[in-house]
């Protein structure tokens, strides 16, 4: 099993330039979140999909949009990226049942936008 | 909303001292305390948790103890290792069941364990 995989691993954009983030995971996990990292300010939850179909605002949503495209995949869309959005981006997954709590993360994406 | 305080937000000892790492919340519905490890430029991985029902849990070198009147939380390493350096991040969940299973983290503690 892979577990959660990112696509890409390293982005850089330019202010105003769009991107999507994609992430998947194959251990049939019903709830997806996004989390942003940024130095002194731990991981900051984005969105999450609880299960297949809901999508969720997060602490930090603006400027993000999500997709919650099957059971597998959950994207996240920056439609007019910001230097303020220079971060790095986690995916994470679980299947949030008694005893079962833990969070599976991805390996990240670091963005930078100039 | 949730809000978690974590102290300190450095931390270096000795090889073979024990470290601890507080936490405060804010949510007296929180009932789901996890602790995440994350090494330079890798990914933050589960290490321990622990639910209100219970006040303290061991696993090996390390512990994690829960007070729930004070609402906080601590985590303690003993006999540290280099290996052990690293981020430490808390968090807490209302965990109360339906799509309420967010967490909320600290802002980590970097831990470096002089050999």
């Known amino acids: 099993n892979a577990g959660v995989t990112q696509t890409p691993k390293f982005q850089v954009l330019k202010t105003g330039q769009s991107m999507t983030l994609q992430c998947a995971q194959d251990?049939?996990?019903?709830?997806m979140y996004w989390y942003r990292q940024d130095p002194g300010m731990g991981l900051r939850l984005i969105y999450y999909?609880?299960?297949?179909?809901?999508?969720d605002k997060g602490e930090v949503p603006n400027g993000y949009n999500v997709s919650r495209l099957n059971k597998r995949e959950f994207s996240l869309r920056l439609e007019s990226a910001a230097p303020s959005q220079t971060s790095v981006y986690f995916c994470?997954?679980?299947?949030?049942?008694?005893?079962?709590?833990?969070?599976?993360f991805g390996p990240g994406t670091r963005l930078t936008v100039t | 909303g949730e809000n978690v305080e974590q102290h300190p937000s450095t931390l270096s000892v000795q090889e073979g001292d024990s470290a601890v790492i507080k936490c405060t919340y804010s949510?007296?519905?929180?009932?789901?305390f996890p602790w995440y490890k994350q090494e330079l430029g890798k990914r933050p991985q589960l290490i321990i948790d622990?639910?209100?029902?219970?006040g303290e849990k061991k696993d090996q070198r390390i512990a994690v103890t829960l007070n729930k009147t004070a609402k906080h939380f601590s985590l303690h390493i003993t006999e540290t290792q280099p290996e052990d350096s690293a981020v430490y991040f808390c968090?807490?969940?209302?965990?109360?069941?339906?799509?309420?299973?967010?967490?909320?983290f600290g802002k980590g503690t970097l831990l470096t364990v002089n050999p």
């Open positions: 994470a997954s679980s299947e949030p049942e008694p005893g079962r709590y833990e969070q599976y």
């Open positions: 251990m049939n996990h019903n709830s």
């Open positions: 999909s609880a299960s297949e179909g809901t999508t």
């Open positions: 949510d007296s519905a929180s009932n789901y």
């Open positions: 622990i639910r209100s029902n219970v």
């Open positions: 968090a807490a969940s209302p965990n109360s069941g339906g799509s309420n299973y967010k967490l909320t």
